[in-house]
């Protein structure tokens, strides 16, 4: 049983694996799951915690579900995602935690451990950095039940509400909601603001935002954000253009409709 965040997944029918936030899926010897094909990536793909859900990202690699291509998913009990042709990962089960440990050093914030492991720097700001770095003064690490420091010669499990020393420095480990492990919140002129609402339906988009009047577009426009949320991530400006232009498939000629399309929504 696995207290902090992880899904198990196995690639096809073959044993589950427990992979963590930060952990990779692909061909390298050194990923979490290593998926050994060579129609596979050396690092095909990296499971991220955002939002309090656990998501896989196409790093090198292809992600597809229910026969679309897709840049990230959010993993869920059930779910099969297609690596490469006939070769699908099979999620069997996914846990989050409603909290999870988190470390300040001295008075900054809390944050919050992920990853597999993380290192204690105190220069030029006391701080923590989701890796291993050699020269740190201390070093954490997840063994995939739980948290654990090395400083000097000491070694120690990391609990909630534990005060310790590191070369005069005080560490607080703490807990922290894990919904603090996901995106920024909206940020406009230096001010929190609330978070905007999209309905998009291809030939009309609306986006809402507390106490202000909905926006509304439409055409091109609407056909624009409606693809975007379609693919449901990131994607390049080819993709989403062929989608909407494709009786022209010059590239010149769809670059200039895009720059052109683009700059109205944007005004």
Same mark, same amino acid.
């Given at each position: 049983m696995h207290p902090n965040a992880h899904a198990l997944v196995s690639i096809?029918?073959?044993?589950?694996?427990?992979?963590?936030?930060?952990?990779?899926?692909?061909? %390298?010897?050194?990923?979490?799951?290593?998926?050994?094909?060579?129609?596979?990536?050396?690092?095909?793909a990296l499971v991220s915690l955002r939002a309090g859900e656990l998501q896989l990202l196409a790093l090198r690699g292809v992600l597809a579900v229910d026969r679309q291509r897709v840049t990230e998913v959010? %993993?869920?009990?059930?779910?099969?995602?297609?690596?490469?042709?006939?070769?699908?990962?099979?999620v069997h089960e996914v846990h989050v935690p409603i909290e999870a440990l988190a470390v300040a050093v001295d008075d900054a914030e809390p944050q919050m451990l992920i990853g597999a492991a993380a290192s204690v720097v105190l220069d030029p700001e006391p701080g923590l950095l989701p890796r291993f770095e050699p020269d740190a003064p201390a070093h954490l690490?997840?063994?995939g039940f739980g948290w654990r420091m090395r400083w000097g010669e000491r070694v120690e499990a990391l609990e909630a509400d534990q005060v310790l020393q590191v070369d005069g420095h005080v560490l607080r480990?703490?807990?922290?909601?894990?919904?603090?492990?996901?995106?920024?919140?909206?940020?406009?002129?230096?001010?929190?603001?609330?978070?905007?609402r999209l309905v998009a339906n291809y030939d009309t988009a609306h986006i809402h935002r507390q106490g202000r009047e909905p926006v509304l577009f439409s055409g091109i426009q609407a056909r624009i954000l409606s693809e975007l949320v379609a693919f449901g991530g990131p994607t390049t400006w080819e993709v989403v253009a062929e989608e909407i232009w494709?009786?022209?498939?010059?590239?010149?000629?769809?670059?200039?409709?895009?720059?052109?399309?683009?700059?109205?929504l944007r005004a």
């Open positions: 096809e029918d073959g044993p589950p694996v427990a992979l963590h936030p930060g952990d990779l899926v692909g061909r %390298l010897r050194s990923a979490a799951l290593r998926v050994d094909d060579p129609r596979v990536s050396e690092a095909h959010v %993993l869920v009990d059930g779910l099969h995602i297609r690596v490469a042709k006939d070769l699908h990962l099979r690490w997840s063994d480990v703490v807990t922290v909601p894990l919904m603090r492990g996901g995106q920024e919140a909206t940020a406009i002129g230096g001010q929190l603001q609330p978070p905007l494709r009786d022209d498939p010059v590239r010149h000629h769809l670059r200039r409709r895009w720059d052109v399309n683009l700059g109205r």
